[in-house]
């Protein structure tokens, strides 16, 4: 079983990491091979890969097919439907997943987040909304989330925004169609009447029904740099305490009915009640791949002991996911299917496949040893980085949320539903009991050693990884082991080549509509922009700038620019100096006031880092009524290599730029305020004569940027233009001795069948 298990996943895994979907004939291609191999080597597992690439392929089809048409793009339309989950609360709004009418032109289940609402939509009501939706699109960057992969994996054909929304009401109907999204509506919002604005309001929420949305963004870098993030979400391992706690009851309560006659044996009472209690509490925490894996698991397990059958724990975990695949084909682009199954799989991997451990601690600590090293490779490549403090901490942190706090939460919130007078005061002491321990949390993920960042890695040190964490927790004698603790360690170390002494690396990222752009030389980066804040709360120094940084092994940024306040510029400056240990902060303006001592750009200030040399090119003395044409201008040149980075400047700016004469060929310049038309002037164009014109522009942005007749100037002067939001990140390597290298564009080099062009 589990040899069929791990072949269907793989073939789940090639389906996934395809650039294309492939047609009907090679689908019947690979069904030719599987089978003819599985004969011929009388292996029916083999037969497995192809049924795992069957499912995906039909899934993938399924969802790419029923994405928004992109005539339809950006154009404002009316729909109506039913909300399809509990709407979370951001950026001063709600966002929601909406399930249209069959008879609407528009994807069958859109995301819309409806900003200044006049009321909060309610779970399972029907809406009549006027919205505006595009094309799943997320950024494309090195070490970046892949936004695209989760809408596919939720079948969600579109995103957008609400305009206007009238409501028809929640009827009957609607409620026995969705029974569990209204109960956990119910249940979420009952919860946050009764504890308001307290710091542990959202943890609360996130251990009765699965949500989180009401944790402070600095509660979520406290829990991941301690390793703690699984405990405020329904966890695998709450799921199974709830079903043993069914089960105990159950048993407890069929022995007092046999005293008294009845039927039926302690054991299959607490089997169906624990089996029971988990598919129930798994579907209010919304299924979430965990609970589906620890559920299904609970299940097989169950059914094995009601029919007296033996069952190994391998076997139970390969069961559970084919069965999770079966359900969820796609459930291999979710984090918490690796994390999920990689736990299990490392602990099984430590006790030699057997459940039972020669004492209750040592069985503990053994399986925190076993998920902390097992799951390095999940983290590493999901993440970027692991929690150095995570053993210590969970060490004490499970228990206290396992054994105390998720069942008064449970009891919480059934009193709450029952008799609200006595479901507050219980709920209201957990939130404090949350509170008091929360510097278990809080006090150790302040230290500046408690995570440690793991830089994009090569093939190479990939093996290297997963093969250390194999090796560190199989049952090999003690230098076995400790040689694949060594590969661990020394993949994690691992750091890209950086620039030759006298060469650059220039990557200007894909951050929507706005700029972020990072200069590397051999030991020193910087930071030039750093993206836009969003309206939801985020920003792009958070989504973008700071995994990208992590990617490339960067541990520190000698300088952070800021070239302008305007925030598609300076945004995320703040995220990224409060993730990254900044040196030296420089703006025009005070967009960086409020996160150190700031610096001015200055025309004629030149300095040099690796022999390679830096200048500000503007501003000069005069100072600009706009604070566009009073951006920071970068000149980076190595050789008769330069790079040209210009912020927003316009007309007055470019003009006083070539009247100074300080402005020569340069190699590649970032397009002057995103491709409009009040810059990129016919003189200042002519003044680059640059090879490449890179355009820091979002896609299909309200502005129409870049304008056609600017970016037919620049081609028209010879440059090359690459429109960001099409290329994603771009990157060059200039090195003093050799003719640069044509640009590696992240979009089209790494193609993954769910992301448009």
């Known amino acids: ?74 154009a404002t339309l ?45 779970a399972a009501e029907r809406l009549e909304l006027e919205v505006r939706l595009r094309r799943p699109r997320g950024f494309a960057n090195p070490g970046g989330r892949d936004y695209e992969a989760r809408l596919l994996r939720e079948g969600i054909g579109a995103t957008g925004y609400v305009r206007a929304a009238a409501r028809s009401g929640r009827e009957l109907r609607d409620v026995m169609r969705a029974p569990v999204l209204v109960a956990r509506d119910e249940i979420a919002l009952a919860t946050r009447a009764a504890l308001g604005e307290r710091p542990a309001a959202g943890i609360v929420a996130g251990l009765s029904v699965g949500l989180q949305d009401a944790l402070s963004t600095e509660q979520w870098r406290q829990l991941a740099r301690t390793g703690t993030s699984h405990l405020m979400a329904i966890s695998g391992m709450h799921i199974g305490m709830f079903a043993v706690i069914a089960a105990w009851v159950a048993a407890r309560l069929q022995k007092w009915r046999q005293r008294r006659g009845a039927r039926g044996t302690a054991r299959d009472a607490a089997v169906v009640a624990g089996s029971c209690a988990a598919l129930a509490y798994g579907a209010l925490a919304g299924w979430s791949v965990p609970t589906q894996r620890t559920a299904i698991m609970i299940a097989i397990v169950a059914f094995a002991l009601h029919a007296r059958r033996r069952i190994g724990a391998g076997d139970a975990l390969a069961l559970g996911a084919i069965a999770v695949l079966i359900l969820e084909p796609l459930a291999p682009l979710a984090v918490g299917f690796w994390l999920s199954f990689g736990a299990v799989a490392a602990i099984l991997l430590v006790t030699g496949g057997q459940l039972t451990q020669a004492g209750v601690l040592r069985g503990y600590a053994q399986a925190q040893w076993a998920v902390t090293a097992g799951l390095v490779p999940v983290l590493a490549a999901s ?28 009891i919480g919130t059934a009193l709450l539903m029952a008799w609200p007078a006595a479901g507050s005061p219980v709920l209201a002491g957990t939130a404090w009991l949350i509170e008091v321990t929360w510097p278990l949390i809080a ?35 003690a230098s076995g082991r400790a040689a694949g603790f060594v590969l661990v360690i020394a993949a994690c170390a691992w750091r890209p080549t950086p620039p030759d002494a006298g060469a650059v690396r220039f990557t200007m990222l894909d951050v929507g509509q ?5 200069v590397e030389t051999r030991h020193h980066v910087m930071v030039y922009d750093a993206g836009p804040a969003f309206r939801s709360g985020s920003d792009a120094g958070a989504m973008a700038v700071e995994p990208f940084l992590r990617h490339r092994g960067v541990r520190q940024v000698d300088v952070l620019v800021a070239s302008h306040d305007d925030l598609d510029h300076a945004g995320g400056a703040a995220s990224v100096a409060g993730l990254v240990p900044v040196r030296r902060f420089v703006a025009s303006g005070q967009a960086l006031d409020t996160v150190g001592a700031v610096e001015s750009c200055r025309r004629g200030e030149r300095w040099e880092w690796d022999g390679v040399t830096f200048e500000w090119l503007h ?40 009247g100074h004469g300080r402005l020569a060929h340069v190699d590649v310049v970032l397009v002057p305020h995103h491709g409009s038309r009040t810059s990129s002037t016919p003189a200042f164009v002519t003044a680059t004569r640059a090879r490449w014109a890179l355009v820091p522009s979002g896609h299909r942005n309200r502005w129409g940027f870049p304008k056609p007749d600017v970016v037919e100037r620049w081609q028209s002067a010879g440059a090359e233009v690459l429109v960001g939001s099409a290329t994603g990140a771009i990157e060059f390597e200039l090195h003093p001795q050799r003719p640069i290298a044509p640009p590696r564009l992240w979009r089209p080099s790494q193609r993954r069948l769910w992301r448009d062009p």
């Open 619 to 658: 501003p000069g003395a005069r100072r600009f009524e706009k604070d566009n044409d009073n951006s920071c201008v970068l000149r980076v040149q190595t050789g008769q290599h330069t790079v040209l980075l210009t912020g927003d400047i316009e007309r007055l700016a470019e003009a006083e730029i070539v």
């Open 383 to 410: 993440f970027g980085a692991v929690s150095i403090v995570s053993v210590v901490v969970n060490l004490l942190a499970i228990p206290l949320y396992t054994l105390v706090v998720v069942p008064l939460v449970l």
């Open 443 to 477: 006090v150790p993920a302040q230290w500046s050693w408690a995570t440690w960042g793991i830089a994009g890695l090569d093939p190479w040190a990939w093996l290297a990884l997963c093969v250390g964490a194999a090796a560190a927790l199989a049952p090999l004698p």
């Open 78 to 122: 009316t729909i109506t439907g039913t909300v399809a989950s509990v709407p979370q609360s951001i950026g001063g709004g709600y966002r929601f997943e909406f399930l249209t009418d069959p008879e609407a032109s528009v994807p069958p289940r859109v995301e819309v987040t409806w900003y200044e609402p006049q009321w909060r939509p309610d």
């Open 1 to 74: 079983m589990v040899a069929t298990a791990l072949a269907w996943l793989l073939g789940a895994c090639a389906l996934l990491w395809s650039a294309e979907l492939p047609g009907p004939a090679a689908v019947a291609g690979l069904w030719l091979a599987c089978t003819l191999s599985a004969l011929l080597l009388r292996r029916p597992a083999l037969l497995g890969f192809a049924v795992g690439f069957t499912l995906t392929w039909l899934q993938c089809g399924e969802r790419l097919g029923a994405r928004l048409d992109p005539a339809l793009e950006g």
């Open 514 to 518: 706005g700029l972020a752009a990072v």
